[in-house]
């Protein structure tokens, strides 16, 4: 019995050592643009001075916000849909809800500006239907799971007590799946202000964090491009870390 136990661990510390390698390739650019930024420490100080970078800065986290709660006012009923009801063609909607995790970011531009043309060109609404494309999936399938992990009888009960199938939905249903779904929005928020690629094409304009460090990389270089791009990893990493401790604080 112990040696089975011990082969176990051994296979576990094993994998574990090889898993390390894509955690260790993930921390390691993001603890490197940090100790280099905190060298050039001027140069950090001048860009947050920057009028240009603070209203791209809250460009990003307003239209990322805004996604967010799009994707999941549309996202959730969506998710409830396909977690609770058989029907003709449901495989065909869940592909079309993952189709935007295989398409080429900048693809996905040229589809929208081929779509909706003049009506997203550099606009407020152009940013959001970018982000909206590429980020809705999380909404969507973390919404279905969520639902999914819900036992149905303790909506028929409460049907079955006069509770109509919305406030079943609404006082059962919603908060047994809220976990997953906040999981999701916080995926959603994370995944829509880390566009760039349908945003350059569909909306360079007005600019957004993410499309001044291309521009400021393009035009002057790796040391004007490195401090926004800072900026933006540590206000990312911050929300997203927020919002993480809320929703399992939520859980506990």
Known sequence: MKRGNARRDYTLYFFAAMGSFLVVYIALPLVVILVKQASDWGMLVKTLQDELVIKALRNSLITATATALIALLFGVPLGYVLARKEFPGKSLVQAIVDVPIVIPHSVVGIMLLVTFSSAILDSYTGIIAAMLFVSAPFAIN???????????????????????????????????????????????????????????????????????????????????????????????????????????????
């Open 142 to 252: 973390a919404a279905r799971d969520g639902f999914l992990a819900v036992d149905e009888e303790l909506e028929h009960v409460a049907r079955t007590l006069g509770a109509s199938r919305l406030r079943a939905f609404f006082s059962i249903a919603l908060p047994m799946a809220f976990p997953a779904i906040a999981s999701g929005a916080i995926m959603t928020w994370a995944r829509a202000i880390s566009e760039v690629g349908a945003i350059l094409i569909v909306a360079y304009y007005p600019k957004t964090a993410q499309v001044l460090v291309m521009e400021y990389f393009n035009n002057y270089g790796l040391r004007a491009s490195r401090p926004i791009s800072v900026i933006l990893i540590v206000m990312s990493l911050t929300i997203f870390i927020i919002l993480r401790w809320l929703v399992g604080r939520k859980n506990a």
